[in-house]
Every structure is written in structure tokens, then in C-alpha cells.
């Protein structure tokens, strides 16, 4: 399953430097890699590894070709994003090794008459599809999966094992998700009434786009009224929770255990660290980038990287710790004021 360094470069571009007729084998780490293997450099605490590294061919920037690219006794390809070029061209090293999954519905799946499953798609053991739900051309359906009523899936896509996609879901082309992945289960809807607490039906669904990954057990709840909207591209980690009701904007992108509250609306190009915890009823502007473990209890209105939290306490203190450090900064100019002030009076009086 080898390829030639020139036919990387034909599919993917870069400037090819060496010999282009070197076939290879995969990925491997630059402190580990054989004579087959091509690596990459992204890291530049990494950059002494180069000339030590017995990797085929290497994928560097231009940059780093300027500071270190001759040390490589190997093949180069100078390319202007090397970790996207390593991305890419490791889906098609994948895509040679894979095994195609044979067409077809196996015995112990249980498909109501009135859903319809495209030929091309493959429907694994103790799959469970639902009246009027559809499954789209080349999808694969894996061991234990749930597809409720009326629900939709768009050609392409996988769901591992024990997905399950609730009524009137719908999900686009060339949709992932991973194990455990609950899609359209019920929001957490409740009014409180002389303390005790009454369910308000969810009857929106999740909507969500094309190329969209959902990591192993996370969870997309379904709309109260209107739908809970995911859109193209978007990239979702393991074990997260979004709310009932929010909107998360074109290829956006979230690490694990982030949990995202009702009716929030993020827009694209956004990225959220491991186990930030965002609010309901906000809204995040395009571009933002939200660092891990950070709080956001506000809207974000520009772009830009965010990052903060606050310990908990009594909310009526919190909100006096906030003032006070949003002051912190027009503090410390009028203490240098002072300062200044007392040294010029001291000087005065001597």
C-alpha cells in the first residue's frame, strides 16, 4: 500500500525537494520513523529532531526549510500548513489500508417496512431503524444503533456503535459519529411553579449539517419549540452537552467535556477549550476562541481569544469581585498617581 512522494505531491501540491520517486508507507513521529515512513515537522521545540530523524521524506514550512531543512537526509515537501498536509495525506494512507464495508442489512436488524435504507448502505447487527426514517446512499450503520421516526440520514455517513438519533433528527453528507453519541434526547425543560417543577414538551429536533464529527458520548439535545442547529463542519470532542435550542455556527470546533446551555448561539470559526462551561441565552460572535476550563456568563460580541473563570461564592459577592476587578486596571494608574505624588512631596519637604 505504498505511495510515491510524487503522487503526494500531485494530490496535495507542496514543493517537492529530493527524490520524488520514494514510495512510502505511512506517518510516523520524527524520533521513530524507518526508511518507509514520511514524518512531519509542526513543533518547533522538535527542530533538533530533524537531523537525527531515519524518515523517508519529511513535510516542513517554509520556515523551518529555511532553519533546519538541510540538516533532513531525506526527501522534503515545503508545504504552508504542514499539520493540514500531514491531515490530509493520512486520510489517504487510511483509505488505501481500509476494507469497504460489504452492502447490505444484517439478519438481526429490525427496520420497520415504512423507513427506507438506501442499497448502498450497510446496516450492522441489532440496528434498530423506525417508521419513516431514511438512511441515505453508502451510509454504515454500526452494531446497536437507534434511528428513530421520521428521522434522516444523509448519504455518507458513519454512526459507530450504539448511536442513537432520535424522531425528526436529520443530519447531512458525510456525517460521523462516535460511539455513544445520543442526538434529539429530551432538553432540559422545566417551570417551576410553588416549587414544584413541570416539564415543558421538547418537540424541536436537531438539525445538523455536512461534515459534521460527534465525539463518543456526546450529547445533542433536541429543540424545546424550534431546533437545536448544528452546521457544516462543525467538530464536536467527547462527552459534551449542548442544549436545547442552540445554534453552533459553520466549522466550529469544541474539546471534551465542554458543556454549552440552552438557547446559546455561536458563530463560525469558533473553538472552545476541554471543559469550558458557556451559558444560555448567550451569543458568541464569529472568530472566538474560548481557552479551556474558561466560564462564560456573558456574550462575546468581537472576536478574539477569551479565557477566566471565577470561584464560586454567594452571587451577590461575585458580582462585587467582578466590578472590582474590571476597575483593577484605572486602579492601578491613580495608585501610580499617588506614587508619584507622595515622592514629589517627599522631595519638596527634604
Known amino acids: 500500500m505504498a505511495i510515491t512522494l510524487e503522487e503526494l505531491v500531485d494530490r496535495f501540491g507542496g514543493q517537492l525537494i529530493g527524490d520524488g520517486r520514494v514510495p512510502v508507507v505511512g506517518f510516523a513521529p520524527l524520533d521513530n520513523a524507518d526508511a518507509d515512513h514520511i514524518t512531519f515537522l509542526t513543533n518547533p521545540r522538535l527542530r533538533n529532531e530533524v537531523s537525527r530523524s531515519k524518515a523517508a521524506a519529511l ?201 454549552v446551555a440552552g438557547s446559546a448561539i455561536f458563530g463560525k470559526n469558533c473553538t472552545v477549550g476541554g471543559a469550558a462551561m458557556i451559558g444560555g441565552h448567550l451569543t458568541i460572535a464569529d472568530r472566538v476562541h474560548i481557552t479551556a476550563a474558561s466560564v462564560v456568563q456573558s456574550s462575546v460580541k468581537e472576536a478574539g481569544v477569551y479565557s477566566g473563570f471565577y470561584p464560586l461564592a454567594k452571587h451577590a459577592e461575585w458580582e462585587k469581585t467582578a466590578v472590582l476587578t474590571r476597575k483593577l486596571g484605572s486602579m492601578r494608574d491613580k495608585i501610580r498617581e499617588l506614587e508619584k505624588t507622595i515622592q514629589s512631596m517627599t522631595k519638596t519637604e527634604k
Not at 438481526?108 to 446496516?123: L, N, Q, R
Not at 434511528?147 to 424522531?167: L, Q, S, T
Request: charged content about 15%; hydrophobic content about 40%.
Open 59 to 259: 513535510i516542513i514550512s517554509p520556515k523551518d526549510n529555511q532553519l533546519v531543512g538541510d540538516l533532513f537526509g531525506g526527501a522534503r515537501i515545503v508545504a504552508k500548513n504542514p499539520y493540514a498536509y500531514f491531515a490530509k495525506a493520512a486520510q489517504l494512507f487510511v483509505s488505501l489500508k481500509a476494507v469497504p464495508p460489504a452492502p447490505g442489512i444484517h439478519p438481526s436488524a429490525v427496520i420497520d417496512p415504512s423507513a427506507k435504507v438506501a442499497p448502498s448502505a450497510t446496516i450492522g447487527p441489532f440496528v434498530t431503524i423506525e417508521a419513516g426514517a431514511e438512511i441515505g446512499e453508502n451510509c454504515l450503520i454500526e452494531a446497536g444503533c437507534f434511528i428513530g421516526k421520521h428521522a434522516k440520514v444523509g448519504a455518507g455517513c458513519h454512526f459507530f456503535p450504539r448511536v442513537v438519533f432520535m424522531y425528526g433528527c436529520e443530519i447531512g453528507e458525510r456525517g460521523v459519529l462516535r460511539p455513544g453519541a445520543v442526538i434529539g434526547c429530551e432538553g432540559f425543560g422545566f417551570a417551576n411553579e410553588d416549587g414544584v417543577w413541570i416539564k415543558i414538551p421538547q418537540t424541536g429536533r436537531v438539525v445538523i449539517g455536512n461534515d459534521v464529527q460527534i465525539g463518543a458520548n456526546t450529547t445533542v439535545d433536541r429543540g424545546a419549540l424550534s431546533d437545536t442547529i448544528i452546521e457544516n463542519g462543525v467538530k464536536l470532542d467527547n462527552q459534551i452537552q449542548i442544549g436545547h435550542n442552540c445554534h453552533i455556527g459553520e466549522n466550529s470546533a469544541m474539546a471534551g467535556c465542554v458543556g
